[in-house]
């Protein structure tokens, strides 16, 4: 081929921008614009059971006014904390166990182990807690029969069940994230760090854990956003007695079918989000460089 019938660079940086265009399209069509259609929902008001677009802050002002509104986000945020906490002080060391301490031969076999649980349907997943956990389940069952209770323990239908059904799911996907990341750090690093004299502890504290944390932050956000938008969770394992917000949501559709006050709800959480992913980004260096 000559060098004039060899393609311009110009010619291929066009060829690659039009190659952006279906992703562009998909996202506008998929996310912007069901986004921008419930902002502006949210936006309008119902009266006497219909839509009026007013074009009012009342439903956001009727959010921070009412106090069950903020307490079913206070209680959102709260368990997606404690679930996240949680799972990354549960995952980092089984992360670690996978990486460092298993033989190669036999880590595959260790990550289909860890990925069982992704292959149960998530509502059999937490019934089968919720059948574990209730007075009639298994714990109580034998603890009763051990003597050790009187009478069964209320341990269904509680935000520490909620919890646990969270944790069982998430520990593991923590530790696929968090594993991905150390497998990448080069064992040259370590080893140099032990040929300078530095414990196991120090090579942890200054080697391991600050190159592994971006990897801990990407499991720890895709845990707080997955656990805070949750509905069927807390729906079947809290049973209802402590409302979050993605049960208010639904509580104003189905119930009410104020698809305002649900859209503004959402709107709301959509901002606690992205303020959660600015917080990961600037500390734990998640940013765009």
Do not use: C
């Not at 903020?70 to 709260?78: D, V």
């Not at 502890?201 to 592994?212: A, G």
Request: aromatic content about 12%.
């Amino acid at each position: 081929m000559s060098r004039a019938d060899r393609p311009s660079s110009s010619r291929v940086v066009r060829l690659a921008d039009w190659a952006v265009y279906p992703a562009l399209l998909w996202t506008a069509g998929l996310f912007a614009v069901p986004l921008g259609i419930m902002l502006a929902v949210s936006l309008w008001r119902r009266v006497g059971g219909k839509l009026q677009a007013d074009w009012t802050l009342a439903n956001y002002i009727k959010f921070f006014d009412r106090s069950f509104f903020l307490e079913a986000l206070g209680n959102s945020i709260e368990v997606t904390l404690i679930v996240t906490v949680i799972s990354v002080l549960l995952a980092y060391p089984l992360a670690y166990i996978l990486a460092y301490r298993i033989p190669k031969r036999w880590q595959k076999i260790a990550l289909i182990m860890a990925i069982l649980p992704f292959w149960t349907s998530y509502v059999v997943r937490s019934y089968s807690w919720l059948l574990i956990l209730s007075n009639n389940g298994v714990v109580n069952w034998v603890l009763l029969n051990l003597g050790i209770v009187a009478e069964p323990l209320e341990m269904g239908y509680t935000r520490g069940a909620t919890v646990l059904g969270f944790v069982h799911f998430f520990t593991m996907l923590l530790t696929l994230t968090i594993y991905a990341n150390l497998v990448q750090i080069s064992p040259s690093y370590r080893l140099a760090a032990a040929d300078l004299g530095a414990s196991a502890i120090q090579v942890f504290l200054r080697i391991t854990l600050p190159l592994s944390l971006p990897g801990v932050a990407v499991g720890a956000f895709i845990t707080f956003v997955i656990a805070i938008g949750d509905y069927i969770t807390p729906q079947i394992l809290g049973g209802g007695k402590e409302i979050q917000i993605n049960q208010g949501i639904m509580l104003q559709i189905v119930r009410s079918a104020n698809f305002p006050m649900a859209a503004a709800m959402s709107m709301i959480l959509m901002v606690v989000v992205s303020l959660t992913y600015l917080l990961f980004a600037r500390y734990l260096k998640m940013e765009r460089v």
